[in-house]
């Protein structure tokens, strides 16, 4: 299995607390990209590709000095202020590449049984969701009803029929056929200028056109938290990192 980190995002929320990449933000003395690395690593992943933007040499710097740098490849997106679709589309080929792929954001502390839900699935196309979260704007939202994916997205529409909702962690799993779907996708969001959007709406449309296709592995009570304000990191120094050990 080959992994995905996006990690060529500017991070203007969290300017004022942390200059640099997100994935440097150190917690425990080891950066964010550092554990994806190591977590990685640890399972066996065949190959990790980095999509790098801003700051683009700090990252690759911190690759080599990371211990994982013979497994790792980057590939630069300079096009890092437009919407994080053109980040996927420019990890296309390796989307195209054959196999089982892990796609995943850069910016999340958390334990790694995440990564063995997704590693162990028997769910070829697949999600993880969390029940507790905080109802808002911000959470990318999961909406399940009858047992089935209905709605993968921030802003849920007006009256949508679901039985529950839970929170996007922002890692998931295709399968070759979907990966290859996926890297189709973004070629079409690209070449109708939709260059601003978020990648998860390229997934969401696959999501709705082929529902029976994807699952998701109920991650609820499994620390892990989205680094997007100042308040996120402290959340991960006393919340989540104490249960990283």
């Known amino acids: ?11 203007r929320r969290l300017a004022a607390a942390h200059q640099g990449p997100k994935a440097l933000l150190e917690f425990g ?25 801003y700051e683009a040499g700090m990252l ?18 300079p096009a890092y202020r437009e919407g994080s679709v053109v980040s996927l589309w420019t990890m ?9 792929v892990l796609l995943m954001d850069a910016d999340v502390l958390y334990h790694p049984a995440l990564l063995d839900r997704l590693q162990h699935t028997a769910r070829p196309n697949c999600f993880l969701l969390d029940r507790d979260f905080e109802p808002g704007l911000e ?19 007006e009256g ?16 070759e056929d979907m990966a290859r779907q996926l890297a189709r996708k973004t070629e079409e969001y690209v070449g109708n200028g939709r260059r601003e959007e978020p990648y998860e709406e390229a997934i969401r449309d696959l999501l709705l056109e082929r529902p029976a296709e994807f699952d998701y592995e109920d991650i609820t009570g499994t620390p892990w938290v989205e680094i997007d304000f100042p308040e996120d990191i402290a959340r991960a120094t006393t919340k ?3 249960h990283l050990t």
């Open 1 to 11: 299995m080959r992994a995905i980190i996006l990690a060529a995002g500017y991070g």
């Open 29 to 53: 003395g080891k950066t964010l990209l550092q554990r994806h690395l190591e977590n990685l690593a640890a399972r066996g992943t065949d190959h990790i590709a980095v999509c790098v933007g």
């Open 60 to 77: 690759r710097e911190a690759i080599e000095a990371s211990g994982h740098a013979t497994r790792v490849s980057t590939v630069l997106n």
């Open 92 to 100: 296309r080929h390796y989307l195209d590449a054959g196999g089982e």
């Open 139 to 157: 959470p990318v939202k999961l909406c399940v009803r009858t047992g089935a994916l209905v709605e993968f997205r921030k802003q849920l529409a």
């Open 160 to 175: 949508l029929q679901y039985d529950f909702a839970g929170e996007s962690v922002g890692f998931f799993r295709f399968g």
């Open 240 to 242: 989540i990192l104490p």
